[in-house]
């Protein structure tokens, strides 16, 4: 249940890394697409999560659009609003419960398993559901922030996203 708040803070380097990069719209769905064939490859893409992801993903590309696609804090909220696009996969768990207990029943898995799925799977897990990629999301961003400021920062990409740093005063000093 807390798999979409880890996903949440490993990803939030390759996906600042290129929102960083990429200043135009598109740059979301390359990673909804990348996410997308790794969730299809395992097995484990449904509906659920089409519909999830998809929805996360055109509003990370607004907001994005609105933040005009080199703001940190538009970006991080962009990566946060992406995150929740991963509660797809566990979330049919909540939505087809009786139909899901039934399938892993039947596929073998042991009466104890099944139990404590059916336990872990209560309202308030529901709620951590939610709020894990939210928070996983939030220290991503600020992972991706701190790695780009410790390593990227002499790097050509570092004055879109560090507006503050050395390299992004040199650079505008020297176009003067």
Not at 130 to 141: E, R
């Amino acid at each position: 249940m807390l798999t979409p708040g880890f996903i949440a803070i490993f990803a939030g380097i390759p996906f600042m890394l290129m929102a960083a990069k990429v200043h135009k719209p598109g740059a979301v769905f390359l990673m909804w697409f990348i996410t997308g064939l790794i969730y299809f490859a395992t097995g484990q893409f449904t509906l659920v999560i089409l519909i999830s992801m998809a929805s996360a993903y055109i509003l990370a590309e607004i907001i994005r659009s609105i933040t005009k696609y080199n703001s940190f804090k538009g970006n991080s909220i962009a990566y946060v609003i992406y995150s929740l696009g991963m509660v797809g996969s566990p979330l049919s768990i909540w939505l087809f419960r009786e139909d899901f207990l039934a399938q892993i029943t039947e596929q073998g898995m042991s009466a104890d398993y099944v139990s404590a799925v059916e336990a872990i799977s209560s309202n308030s897990m529901l709620i951590v559901l939610f709020v894990a990629p939210i928070i996983g999301g939030i220290i991503g961003a600020w992972i991706a922030k701190g790695l780009f400021k410790k390593h990227f920062v002499k790097a050509w990409f570092a004055p879109l996203i560090l507006p503050g740093t050395w390299a992004f005063q040199n650079r505008v000093s020297a176009m003067r």
